[in-house]
């Protein structure tokens, strides 16, 4: 009895022999396109095993087809939905707990102006005081 295991990768990706296939066909090797792209004549290869942009974006640009379409399995655990909001996105929960609209809440020009006309340098804990300029 033979026990069946699963393929590693999903039979809609290329194979590797079809991606060197399409390369041949287009006049190039591996290791000449490689070169072309200014890397080690052997780094490309990488790319048919394991994940890696830029090699794709190369070995896709020379085939004359889309990164996508011959590892899509790659792509598709790419492009997910990030977590985070960008910093732009401000939420009304943020505007409610009074978060200032900059990142900082306090500015060095913030601590800088002090209420007497005499100016007073900002002191950090181990480090040297910052010289404060009156605006």
């Given amino acids: 009895m033979s026990a069946s295991?699963?393929?590693?990768?999903?039979?809609?990706?290329?194979?590797?022999?079809?991606?060197?296939?399409?390369?041949?066909?287009?006049?190039?090797?591996?290791?000449?396109?490689?070169?072309?792209?200014a890397l080690s004549a052997g780094t490309l290869k990488a790319a048919l095993d394991r994940p890696w942009p830029k090699a794709e974006r190369i070995i896709a640009t020379a085939i004359g087809v889309a990164p996508e379409s011959i590892w899509p399995s790659r792509y598709k655990r790419r492009h997910f939905k990030p977590v985070l909001s960008r910093i732009s996105e401000r939420t009304e929960e943020t505007h409610q707990l009074g978060a200032p609209e900059s990142g900082l809440s306090t500015t060095v020009d913030d601590v800088c102006r002090p209420k007497s006309p005499k100016t007073t340098p900002i002191a950090f804990p181990g480090k040297e005081p910052l010289p404060c300029q009156r605006a």
């Fill in 5 to 37: 295991h699963p393929p590693k990768k999903p039979a809609h990706d290329w194979h590797r022999a079809d991606i060197v296939a399409a390369l041949h066909k287009e006049g190039w090797s591996l290791r000449e396109l490689s070169r072309q792209s």
